[in-house]
């Protein structure tokens, strides 16, 4: 079991910034993958940025250029820097992490960006 806990959502205004924290517990030398998913209401949830336990990203078209994730071996924790966000990065942000082929889920911070 993976013990996901997310922090760092908040309010903030066009143009700002904000960063996403997932802390990870439990059975950690299983992850495989971690990332950051979005779910806006009424949309689909849909990933915005991964990782690899090797280091390797990738990233939504959308927030190429703007997001960017990074991992803290140290301290289990994959964060999610977020600049020149827009009205439509406004979501709920779920960490995802991926072990043995099943995907766990954080309980979700939400971003609201105002115009």
């Known amino acids: 079991q993976v013990q996901l806990v997310e922090s760092g959502g908040g309010l903030v205004q066009a143009g700002g910034s904000l960063r996403l924290s997932c802390a990870a517990s439990g059975n950690i030398f299983s992850i495989s993958a971690m990332g950051w998913y979005r779910q806006a209401p009424g949309k689909q949830r849909e990933l915005v940025a991964g990782i690899t336990s090797g280091g390797r990203t990738n990233y939504a078209d959308s927030v190429k250029g703007r997001f960017t994730i990074s991992r803290d071996n140290a301290k289990n924790t994959v964060y999610l820097q977020m600049n020149s966000l827009a009205p439509e990065d406004t979501s709920v942000y779920y960490c995802?992490?991926?072990?043995?082929?099943?995907?766990?889920w954080g309980q979700g911070t939400q971003v609201t960006v105002s115009s």
């Open positions: 995802n992490a991926r072990a043995w082929s099943t995907d766990y």
